[in-house]
């Protein structure tokens, strides 16, 4: 009697996990891709919470809804693409490579849209990355640079563009138009100091895409490096040492003192991005992504 009984609370068990397997909504489908081979690697999730504590269901693994390559053309040095997904076009730096799109689920709500360069993932061609999230995203894990949804006051969305809150980590800042925004990521002390070891304090220059009509993805970003091996240089000499930064970007000397030193060093090499007076090869690649900024155009 008690195996019997045994077995039926297994059963039980296991057609329970089952039956909530098949409850969640599916979303509604988009136009058909051409599905490439191309891996796709998903953040791992880290924060899931346990049943015992909270009543939110568990993430589950997000439902890829759309994956293909961009209807793109070859200009040259650009690359112009049309996106039916965020209802854009624009055009991108050649050597970034082909495009590959992909539209997902979250792990809890929303979704997810990303772009995988060259056939490589997120991982690969970091600190270069470009995706958006819908307003409603959410999946148990940290954040990442394009966890974007817009400007606004839900979710993941932030107060607006050029916001003067942000000025310790996008010192530089400017407005396209009303719903584009350029920027470039470059943290004070303050920011380096008081933040998670490393968490943002790579230089990039980011692009921000407003999309308050779109019915899935709400914001877009592109972010790509843009210094040269030179100035890269330039910078690990005569800044980072200020601070006591090293490899992995962990600050030992953060007292007042050097913290000056690192932000009046820090607004010579800014002055010298802002007033054009960078060596070449910073500057052809500052170029080229204000030209991806400026080309965005909405249809």
């Known amino acids: 009697m008690n195996v019997k009984f045994a077995v039926l609370v297994i059963l039980t068990l296991v057609l329970t996990a089952g039956c909530q397997g098949f409850a969640s909504n599916t979303p509604t489908q988009i136009s058909p891709a051409i599905v490439t081979d191309m891996p796709i690697l998903y953040p791992t999730l880290t924060s899931a919470p346990s049943p015992s504590s909270s009543p939110h269901p568990l993430p589950k693994q997000p439902e890829v809804i759309s994956s293909g390559r961009l209807n793109c053309s070859s200009l040259g040095t ?11 076009e624009f055009e991108y730096p050649a050597v970034w490579g082909e495009i590959e799109a992909v539209l997902r689920t979250g792990g809890y709500t929303g979704y997810a849209y990303d772009y995988f360069f060259g056939g490589k993932a997120i991982a690969e061609t970091e600190p270069l990355m470009a995706g958006g999230r819908s307003i409603d995203f959410s999946e148990g894990r940290g954040g990442m640079s394009t966890d974007f949804s817009g400007y606004g006051d839900a979710g993941l969305q932030k107060k607006g ?15 396209v138009e009303p719903d584009v925004t350029w920027m470039i990521r470059f943290p004070n002390a303050k920011y380096i100091c008081e933040s998670a070891p490393g968490f943002y304090s790579t230089p990039v220059f980011r692009i921000e895409v407003n999309l308050p009509s779109n019915l899935r993805i709400n914001g877009f970003v592109f972010e790509a490096p843009f210094f040269s091996e030179q100035f890269s240089k330039q910078i690990e000499t005569d800044l980072y040492p200020l601070l006591g930064l090293g490899s992995d970007m962990v600050p030992t000397k953060c007292d007042d003192v050097n913290q000056q030193a690192f932000d009046a060093q820090l607004k010579v090499f800014i002055e010298r991005i802002s007033n054009k007076l960078a060596d070449g090869e910073t500057l052809k690649k500052l170029g080229e992504l204000t030209h991806l900024a400026t ?5």
């Not at 650009?78 to 854009?88: E, P, S």
């Not at 563009?161 to 407005?175: A, G």
């Open 161 to 175: 563009s050029c916001d003067s809150s942000m000025n310790d980590l996008f010192p530089l800042c400017q407005k």
């Open 78 to 88: 650009f690359t112009k693409c049309v996106d039916d997904v965020l209802n854009i």
């Open 295 to 299: 080309s965005i155009v909405f249809r």
